[in-house]
C-alpha cells in the first residue's frame, strides 16, 4: 500500500493551495484525493478557480453590504432624483458601481449552474442535471432576486413612492450576507480571525442602525421640527430652507453623526448632544438599545475569552519556564548548567511550541507512511 499512500501524499500537496483560498469549510476529504471525470463546461467547486472567484463574491457582498444601505438612505432625495433623471443613470459613479456588481451576480449564478458539489454519500455529482437541480432548490431564489437590477428597471419612473421602493429592494442584496456567512465558518477555530470579525459584524451593524436612523429623520422631517435633523442643523448653524436643495447639513455632516448616536447607543455610553425626540425616533432607540444588549451577551462576552485563548500559549511557556527554574533552585544546579537547561528549554519550545512530539508521533505511527516525493 505504501506506492498509493505516496500518490495521495502528492495529491494532498497539489491541492493544498487551492485549499488555503478555498472558503469551504471541509478539509481535503477522500473525494479531493481523486479527480473526477467533468466535461470542459463543468467547474469543480474546489478548484483554484472557484476559490478565487468566491472570494471576489465575497468583497462584492461586503461592498454591498457597505454601500447598498448607504446609498439607499442617504443619496436617495427628493432633488437627488431629478438631476439624476436630467444627466442619466450613469452620471452617478454608485449607480455604475451597483450595475457591474449586479453583472457579476448574475454571472456567479452562471457559475454556480455548472459548478459540482458534494452529495449526501460524499460523492461529487458532476451531472449538469443533478448540479441545476440541487442549485434551484437551494441558493438560487435568493442570488436571483439578490442580482436583480431593480434600481435600472424602474429608473426614471418620476414617483416618490417607486424611488422608495427601489432602495427597499436594492437592500434585497443583503440576503446574499447569510450564505457568507456559512463560508465562514471555517475561520471559527482561528482566535484572531473571530475577533476580526465580530469586530466587523458590530461596526456593520452599527453602519445598518445609523442609515435607518437617518430614513427615520427623513421622512419625518417635513411634518415636525423638533426631529434630530432639525436639532443637528440648529447646532451647526445650517437651518433647512425648502425653497434651496442645498441647505441644510452636508450628508457627511448626517452620517457621521447618525453613525455616531448609533455606536454611542449600542454601547450604552450616549451623551445626549445627539437625542431621540419624536415617538419614532424614541421607540427607535429603544430597539438599538436591545440590539446592543444582546451583541454585548453574544460579541463582547467572547472578547476576554477568545484574546485568553490567543495568549494561552505565551501563559503555557511561563509555566513551563517557572517549572524549570524551580528545578534548578530545588536542585541547586550551578550556573553554567543552569544557563544551557533554560537555553536548551527556550530552543525547544520556539521548535515545537509545547507540543509533545513524541506522543504525536506514537499515535499516528501505525497510518502515517514516509514516502521520497
Request: proline fraction near 3%; aromatic fraction near 14%; include cysteine.
Amino acid at each position: 500500500n505504501k506506492p498509493s499512500v505516496c500518490k495521495n501524499h502528492v495529491r494532498i500537496i497539489l491541492h493544498f493551495h487551492a485549499q488555503v483560498l478555498s472558503l469551504e469549510s471541509d478539509v481535503l476529504p477522500e473525494y479531493k484525493l481523486q479527480v473526477p471525470e467533468t466535461t470542459w463546461w463543468i467547474l469543480l467547486h474546489y478548484s483554484p478557480f472557484k476559490a478565487f472567484w468566491d472570494w471576489i463574491i465575497l468583497l462584492l457582498v461586503l461592498y454591498t453590504a457597505v454601500f447598498t444601505p448607504y446609498s439607499a438612505a442617504f443619496l436617495l432625495d427628493e432633488h437627488g432624483d431629478l438631476r439624476q433623471r436630467s444627466c442619466g443613470y450613469t452620471c452617478n459613479p454608485l449607480n455604475v458601481a451597483d450595475l457591474m456588481v449586479d453583472v457579476l451576480f448574475i454571472v456567479d449564478i452562471v457559475i454556480n449552474l455548472r459548478t459540482t458539489y458534494v452529495d449526501q454519500n460524499d460523492e461529487v455529482v458532476t451531472q449538469p442535471s443533478r448540479i441545476a437541480k440541487h442549485y434551484i432548490k437551494g441558493w438560487f431564489p435568493i442570488d436571483l432576486f439578490a442580482a436583480i437590477p431593480f434600481d435600472l428597471l424602474i429608473f426614471r419612473s418620476g414617483s416618490d413612492e417607486m424611488a422608495t421602493l427601489t432602495s427597499l429592494l436594492k437592500t434585497a442584496r443583503l440576503l446574499r450576507l447569510v450564505r457568507v456567512a456559512r463560508k465562514l465558518d471555517r475561520y471559527s477555530e482561528y482566535g484572531a480571525a473571530v475577533l476580526f470579525l465580530l469586530m466587523c459584524t458590530f461596526v456593520l451593524i452599527a453602519h445598518w442602525l445609523a442609515c435607518i436612523w437617518y430614513a427615520i429623520g427623513f421622512v419625518e422631517r417635513p411634518y415636525t421640527e423638533t426631529g434630530w435633523l432639525d436639532n443637528l442643523a440648529e447646532q451647526l448653524g445650517k437651518a433647512y430652507n425648502d425653497s434651496d436643495s442645498s441647505s441644510g447639513p452636508s450628508v457627511k455632516d448626517k452620517y457621521v453623526t447618525a453613525l455616531y448616536f448609533t455606536l454611542s447607543s449600542l454601547t450604552s455610553v450616549g451623551f445626549g448632544n445627539v437625542s431621540p425626540n419624536t415617538n419614532s425616533e424614541k421607540i427607535f432607540s429603544i430597539c438599538v438599545m436591545v440590539i446592543g444588549s444582546l451583541m454585548y451577551a453574544s460579541i463582547f462576552g467572547n472578547v476576554s475569552a477568545i484574546i485568553q485563548r490567543l495568549y494561552s500559549g505565551t501563559t503555557r511557556y511561563h509555566t513551563q519556564m517557572l517549572r524549570v527554574k524551580e528545578f534548578i533552585r530545588f536542585h541547586q544546579i550551578p550556573g553554567g548548567l543552569r544557563q544551557r537547561l533554560e537555553e536548551y528549554f527556550q530552543h525547544a519550545w520556539s521548535y515545537t511550541n509545547g507540543i509533545d512530539m513524541n506522543a504525536v508521533s506514537k499515535s499516528n505511527s501505525d497510518n502515517i507512511y514516509l514516502c521520497d516525493i
